[in-house]
């Protein structure tokens, strides 16, 4: 189980750094220097670059490794705690995924001005992922609540404006670039949710098992129906009885497919997909990446997945 002190904390952070906001931003403003904004999570990061293209005056730096995917028992290191001692803006997930943080910030970076992506974000799905019970963190007080928001298309679009409107509010200079980038990126997230939409509709069978509950969102706007996760937590095997109980729920449901994520081993996956008789394939909630990755990298991978949904599931004819 996962501490809910630092999630309280953060929360009581989140609640002081909002309510001083438009004193801090006259103050950027006025220095004319570089916006240093830090993200927590690679997804954050590339959405973040986005909405800062064409302006100058702003650094994004990115928390987390590139390649570590869902931190869900993450304890930050001294190199981090660096990072968080020269940002001046934090962007977060906000639903819980940042539980590793808390009271480093205050002690750290006083001044820090922290975003929270998820304002806003209605119609949260239970977290199907975990036993773990985030406590109230951006503004939310929503206990068992899904924080992977951003393998939804959909979602994101909305998360970029909330971002982008966040960062507006930090640096007016540059505040009409930020609202004008996160407009662009929404509309570019929608069409590709309708593309994605539209696939979802033609599938023979819309019926799946995921690794852990990070596709519940996307699954959501396909239509699809996860039937089962094959771990109760981010890179945990299931017991022999769990098996045994997917194996059954997945003969039972006739499901289509069992999927794997690039950021964990695909060993049970496959087993599971050999017992049940159908095929495995991995799709990429885009949790990771490459450090230097192109700005369109979240469409690239989104594509894909497009491809692999299509040849595990077919098509109706």
């Known amino acids: 189980m996962i501490n809910r002190w630092p999630g309280r904390v ?33 997804p954050l990061y590339q959405l973040t670059r986005n909405l800062s293209q064409g302006l100058g005056a702003v650094q994004v730096d990115l928390l ?11 304890a930050l290191t001294p190199k ?9 803006v934090l962007v977060v997930n906000g639903l819980g995924l940042e539980e590793f943080l808390g009271a480093p910030l ?29 406590g109230p963190a951006g503004g939310h007080d929503h206990a068992d609540v899904n924080p992977h928001l951003f393998v939804s298309p959909r979602l994101t679009a909305q998360l970029a ?20 980038n996160g407009k662009a990126y929404a509309a570019k997230m929608l069409a590709l949710d309708q593309r994605m939409v539209a696939l979802g509709k033609r599938l023979a069978n819309r019926r799946i098992i995921t690794q852990h509950g990070v596709f519940d969102y996307l699954a959501r706007d396909l239509g699809l129906e996860v039937v089962a996760v094959v771990a109760a937590h981010a890179g945990q095997e299931p017991s022999a009885a769990e098996m045994l109980s997917i194996i059954k729920t997945a003969k039972d449901k006739r499901v289509g497919g069992i999927f794997s994520e690039p950021q964990y081993p695909a060993k049970v996956v496959t087993t599971l997909a050999q017992e049940i008789g159908v095929p495995a394939a991995t799709l990429d909630p885009m949790a990771t990446g490459p ?21 595990t599931l077919g098509e109706r004819e």
Not at 164 to 177: S, T, V, W
Not at 291 to 307: F, P, T
């Open 10 to 42: 953060l929360f009581l952070l989140l609640t002081v750094t909002t309510s001083i906001l438009p004193t801090l931003a006259q103050g950027v403003a006025a220095e004319g220097k570089p916006l240093r904004i830090l993200c927590t999570t690679f």
């Open 64 to 74: 987390l490794p590139a390649q570590l995917g869902c931190p869900h028992d993450y």
């Open 80 to 88: 981090d705690m660096e990072l968080i001692s020269r940002a001046e």
């Open 106 to 134: 205050e002690r750290v970076n006083r001044t820090l001005r922290v975003v929270d992506s998820s304002q806003g974000v209605r119609d949260l799905i239970k977290d199907s992922d975990t036993g773990d019970e985030p």
């Open 161 to 180: 404006e909330t971002v982008a409107k966040g960062l507006a509010a930090i640096d007016p200079a540059q505040g009409e670039g930020f609202l004008a």
């Open 291 to 311: 450090a230097e990755a192109g700005l369109d990298y979240y469409e690239r991978v989104m594509a894909n997945n497009q491809k692999i949904l299509q040849a």
